[in-house]
């Protein structure tokens, strides 16, 4: 389980804010199960962006969704044992995708804001963030995702037919950087930039009308001084009874 990064709707017209905050209860919620499978990539460049290396894999991946009792996402991951580091590599997709989109949820005295504007093309809303708790960078020791960082969130927004936001993609982008820091395939380097984006899906689980929001695909990089690591996950759904 994961903590959430909670955020609060401030200086918005009354209207925007009623649909972001029934778009939070939408994303946010419990889940029952939703078996996925990811085909992820990894690519490994030196400084001149030439391939070093390149592996790929399939990997099983179970949607919990959010406990609001708690505050956190609970998600699982598998994969055979010459698959095992590519899976803990793709999780990174899967943390970035929680992470991003866990700054729709409100909590009680937060201090936290995000602004909610037009969307780029005139269509929809964009929903920029900042994460509050600024602490230096740490890249964790067993995923390609920081375990401490500053870093801003924007989600793209549309509405359906009948006027109800949905999100659509997200990106995650680290801040304060660049800064020291050991990261798996390329060493003791210094972290240029990490950056995650990606596409969301809707599906229904069971008999719950309201869809869920769930990864489409992630991208993953992180760049070094001394190269980059980049890993791709595309996400397809489990119809039921084939897992």
Known sequence: MLPLAAAAVAQTPPEIRAR???????????SAELPMDVAVTREITDAAG??????????????????PRNDTFKMNASAGLMSRRLMYDSMAGDVAFFVALSNLAPRQGDENRFDVKPGPDGHGFLIQTVRPECHDFVLSSNLLFPRNFCGSVDLFASADGEGKL?????????RGLPRPGQVRYIGATRVTAFRAEGETQSVHIGSDPQPYFVPKRAVTRVITE??????????????PGKR
């Open 20 to 30: 972001v905050e029934a778009l939070s209860k939408t994303v946010l919620r419990d």
């Open 166 to 174: 949905q999100i659509d993609r997200f990106v995650l982008e680290v």
């Open 226 to 239: 001394k190269g980059a690591v980049v890993l791709t996950n595309i996400y397809s759904v489990v119809p």
């Open 50 to 67: 030439k391939i070093k290396s390149r592996a790929t894999s399939h990997v099983k991946f179970l949607f919990h969704g959010f406990n």
